[in-house]
Nanobody
Framework: QVQLQESGPSLVKPSQTLSLTCTVSGGSVTDRYYWNWVRRPPGKGLEWVGAIKYSGDTYYSASANGRAPISRDTSKNQVTLQMRSVTPEDTAVYFC?????????????WGPGTQVTVSS
């Protein structure tokens, strides 16, 4: 059974870099899926941040492009999101998800999510 688990800091100061890791167990980050990062700001709906495809190609939302590179470590079976220069607007629950596309609705396997608060 494939499982996803997000990990990272719960509190980050403004202007710092947020680094989140999604560890995949029971499967591989090279399995033929998109590995997506999705977030849910407080009081708002789900927002797609970006994805890395099984091929290693990356895709980003307009708001994250250039600021939140996504990478993977195949030896550790992990996908990493590094969001630079965070602001309080980046406060959200962050999820990693596996899907057949980058569309939020296309994700059929989700991690439990991790709360990240950006505050001084």
């Amino acid at each position: 059974q494939v499982q996803l688990q997000e990990s990272g800091p719960s509190l980050v100061k403004p202007s710092q870099t947020l680094s989140l890791t999604c560890t995949v167990s029971g499967g591989s980050v090279t399995d033929r899926y998109y590995w997506n990062w999705v977030r849910r700001p407080p009081g708002k709906g789900l927002e797609w941040v970006g994805a890395i495809k099984y091929s290693g190609d990356t895709y980003y939302s307009a708001s994250a492009n250039g600021r939140a590179p996504i990478s993977r470590d195949t030896s550790k079976n992990q996908v990493t999101l590094q969001m630079r220069s965070v602001t309080p607007e980046d406060t959200a629950v962050y999820f990693c998800a596996r899907g057949s596309t980058t569309a939020i609705a296309g994700n059929h396997l989700w991690g439990p999510g991790t709360q990240v608060t950006v505050s001084s």
